[in-house]
T-cell receptor, first 109, second 114 residues
C-alpha cells in the first residue's frame, strides 16, 4: 500500500463544476503539498499545508491532521484547470517528499 | 528570479547509448533533488544533494546511473548505457535547505529510449 493515496485517478468535469480531489496518507508528516503538472512535465506548487485551510483564487486546500486526509477543491472549473494534480507529503522522520500518483483532471468547455 | 533550469527538455536516443541531463537550481539553494517520473505516476527520488554531497542516493541504480554536483551548484545526471525502461521524465528540484518544506521544480527532461 502506498504511503500517499489519491482519488480519483481520473476526473472529467464540465466547465463551471465544483471539483474535489482527495488525498490520504499513512505516515506522520510535517507538511502536505498540492502540486499541479501540465503536459510537458513542469510541476508548480499550489499549496503547502500543515493544518487548517488555505485559499488562492478558485483553489481551496484543506487538511485534517487527525484523519490524515487532505482535499483540493476547484470552484467554477475552467478548461485551463486541466492538468495532473499531485499530493505530496514531507515525512516528519526525514527530508524526503513522498508523492501520490496524481489525479488527471480534464475540464471540458 | 529565475527558476530551476533543466536541459535538454527532450531527448531521444537508442538503447545502449549514454545520455546526460543538466540542472541549474535556483541561486542560493543548497539542496538539489533529481526525480524520475514514469507515465501516470508520481515522481520518485533518485538522489538528493546538500551542497556538493550526495546525502541520499539509496534509490539511484548505481550500475548505470551516476550524478555529480561539482562546486555545489549545477548538477548532471547520467545514464550509461540507457535501457528501454529508462524512458521517463527526469525532474530536478531545489530548496534553500533540507529543512525547508517546499521544493521548486524544473520543467523536466523527457527521455525516450528506442
Amino acid at each position: 500500500k502506498n504511503e500517499v493515496e489519491q482519488s480519483p485517478q481520473n476526473l472529467t468535469a464540465q466547465e463551471g463544476e465544483f471539483i474535489t480531489i482527495n488525498c490520504s496518507y499513512s505516515v506522520g508528516i510535517s507538511a502536505l503539498h498540492w502540486l499541479q503538472q501540465h503536459p510537458g512535465g513542469g510541476i508548480v506548487s499550489l499549496f503547502m499545508l500543515s493544518s487548517g485551510k488555505k485559499k488562492h483564487g478558485r483553489l481551496i486546500a484543506t487538511i485534517n491532521i487527525q484523519e490524515k486526509h487532505s482535499s483540493l477543491h476547484i470552484t467554477a472549473s475552467h478548461p485551463r484547470d486541466s492538468a495532473v494534480y499531485i499530493c505530496a507529503v514531507m515525512v516528519t522522520s526525514g527530508s524526503r517528499l513522498t508523492f501520490g500518483e496524481g489525479t488527471q483532471l480534464t475540464v471540458n468547455p | 528570479e529565475a527558476g530551476v533550469v533543466q536541459s535538454p527538455r527532450y531527448k531521444i536516443i537508442e538503447k545502449k547509448q549514454p545520455v546526460a541531463f543538466w540542472c541549474n537550481p535556483i541561486s542560493g539553494h543548497n539542496t538539489l533533488y533529481w526525480y524520475l517520473q514514469n507515465l501516470g505516476q508520481g515522481p520518485e527520488l533518485l538522489i538528493r544533494y546538500e551542497n556538493e554531497e550526495a546525502v541520499d542516493d539509496s534509490q539511484l541504480p548505481k550500475d548505470r546511473f551516476s550524478a555529480e554536483r561539482l562546486k555545489g551548484v549545477d548538477s548532471t545526471l547520467k545514464i550509461q548505457p540507457a535501457e528501454l525502461g529508462d524512458s521517463a521524465v527526469y525532474l530536478c528540484a531545489s530548496s534553500p535547505d533540507s529543512y525547508y518544506n517546499e521544493q521548486f521544480f524544473g520543467p523536466g527532461t523527457r527521455l525516450t529510449v528506442l
